[in-house]
C-alpha cells in the first residue's frame, strides 16, 4: 500500500535562516504530489504541485519554492524565512482514478 | 471554475445527537465529491467520497453523505456524534477532468459529552 512521509514533523527557525521540509512517497510511481499550508489551523491552500520530476507547478508566488529531484520526493524550500510562512505544511500526492488526495502528517513550522 | 462553500465555521451537537455538517460546490461538469477529517496537528484523513452511483455514500467511523445534485450540496452526516468525532471538516471538490481538489475553508465539528 502507498504510505507517504513528511519530515521534519516540527521545525522552529529564525527569520532570515533557510528551510528545507521533505516529503516522499512510498508504493506508487510517478505519482503527482502537492505542497499545502495551512494557517491557523484552518483553510487549505495549495502551494505548489508537481506532475513529473522537475516539474513543478507555483499556485501563489511567494517566498517559498518546492523541487522534485527524485520521482517519490517532493521538497518545499526558503532561501530567507519570513515570519508569514509560519504555518503547518502538508504533502500530498493524488490517486489518478478517483483524483482522492493522500495527506502526510505535516509539518509544523513556526518562524520566531 | 470550481468551488466549495461551508457556510458554517463551527457546528456544536450533543454526545449521541445526530449531527450535520454542511457543503454546497460549484463546478462545471459532473463533480467528484470527498469529505476529510483532520484532528489536531494531525494531517488531514480521508472519509468518504462521491463519484457516481448511489447518492447516499457510506464512509469511515460511521459517516455518511448525501449527494443533492439539484442542491448542489453534499452535507456530512451521523446518526449518532461521539465526542471523539470532535475534529475539523473539509469539504473538497473536483471536477470530471484532469483538475485539482479544491477545499472548503473547514468547519470545526464539538460534541459535547
Known amino acids: 500500500s502507498q504510505t507517504i512521509h513528511q519530515w521534519p514533523a516540527t521545525l522552529v527557525q529564525p527569520v532570515g535562516s533557510p528551510l528545507s521540509l521533505e516529503c516522499t512517497v512510498e508504493g506508487t510511481s510517478n505519482p503527482n504530489l502537492y505542497w499545502y499550508r495551512q494557517a491557523a489551523g484552518r483553510g487549505l491552500q495549495l502551494l505548489f504541485y508537481?506532475?513529473?520530476?522537475?516539474?513543478i507547478s507555483s499556485e501563489v508566488p511567494q517566498n517559498l519554492s518546492a523541487s522534485r529531484p527524485q520521482d517519490r520526493q517532493f521538497i518545499l524550500s526558503s532561501k530567507k524565512l519570513l515570519l508569514s510562512d509560519s504555518g503547518f505544511y502538508l504533502c500530498?500526492?493524488?490517486?489518478?482514478?478517483?483524483?482522492?488526495?493522500?495527506f502526510g502528517e505535516g509539518s509544523r513550522l513556526t518562524v520566531l | 471554475a470550481q468551488s466549495v462553500a461551508q457556510p458554517e465555521d463551527q457546528v456544536n451537537v450533543a454526545e449521541g445527537n445526530p449531527l450535520t455538517v454542511k457543503c454546497t460546490y460549484s463546478?462545471?461538469?459532473?463533480?467528484?465529491l470527498f469529505w476529510y477529517v483532520q484532528y489536531p496537528n494531525r494531517g488531514l484523513q480521508f472519509l468518504l467520497k462521491?463519484?457516481?452511483?448511489?447518492?447516499l455514500v457510506k464512509g469511515s467511523y460511521g459517516f455518511e453523505a448525501e449527494f443533492n445534485k439539484s442542491q448542489t450540496s453534499f452535507h456530512l452526516k451521523k446518526p449518532s456524534a461521539l465526542v471523539s468525532d470532535s475534529a475539523l471538516y473539509f469539504c473538497a471538490v473536483r471536477d470530471g477532468g484532469y483538475s485539482t481538489l479544491t477545499f472548503g475553508k473547514g468547519t470545526m465539528l464539538l460534541v459535547s459529552p
Open positions: 462521491y463519484i457516481t452511483g448511489d447518492n
Open positions: 508537481s506532475v513529473g520530476i522537475g516539474q
Open positions: 500530498a500526492w493524488r490517486d489518478f482514478i478517483t483524483g482522492e488526495l493522500f
Open positions: 463546478v462545471s461538469g459532473n463533480p467528484y
